[in-house]
């Protein structure tokens, strides 16, 4: 069992970059697939990357190409690297984890994983 706990978030200009990080407490982190999610106001959660125990990853076609998620796993941490920031991009960013049967499949399915962040608020102006 591991807990998320996001860091990271905050305010940035248009075209800027941040960095989200979701460390995650307990045993065998690295056995864990994890994903991150986002949710603007008035929106529901939408997947926006994932990456898998052994390091495949996948995203949402609205972010590819300018998020990248990878993982730390002797830190026990997940990061998600955004650059080229949009204001559309303004939202909740959910750090998410749990172990899969099919280990080498991209999960970015929000009711898959069970084990879930409080959340970090990333806001983008314009």
């Known amino acids: 069992q591991v807990q998320p706990v996001e860091s990271g978030g905050g305010l940035v200009e248009a075209g800027g970059s941040l960095r989200l990080s979701c460390a995650a407490s307990?045993?065998?982190?690295?056995?864990?697939?994890m994903g991150w999610f986002r949710q603007a106001p008035g929106k529901e959660r939408e997947f926006v990357a994932a990456i898998t125990w052994s390091g495949n990853t996948g995203y949402a076609d609205s972010v590819r190409g300018r998020l990248t998620i990878s993982r730390d796993d002797a830190k026990n941490t997940g990061y998600l690297e955004m650059n080229s920031l949009k204001p559309e991009d303004t939202a909740v960013y959910y750090c998410?984890?749990?172990?899969?049967?099919?280990?080498?499949?991209?999960?970015?399915?929000?009711?898959?994983?069970?084990?879930w962040g409080q959340g970090t608020q990333v806001t983008v102006s314009s």
């Open positions: 307990g045993r065998s982190f690295s056995s864990y697939a």
């Open positions: 998410a984890a749990d172990r899969f049967r099919r280990r080498a499949v991209v999960v970015g399915t929000l009711g898959a994983y069970g084990y």
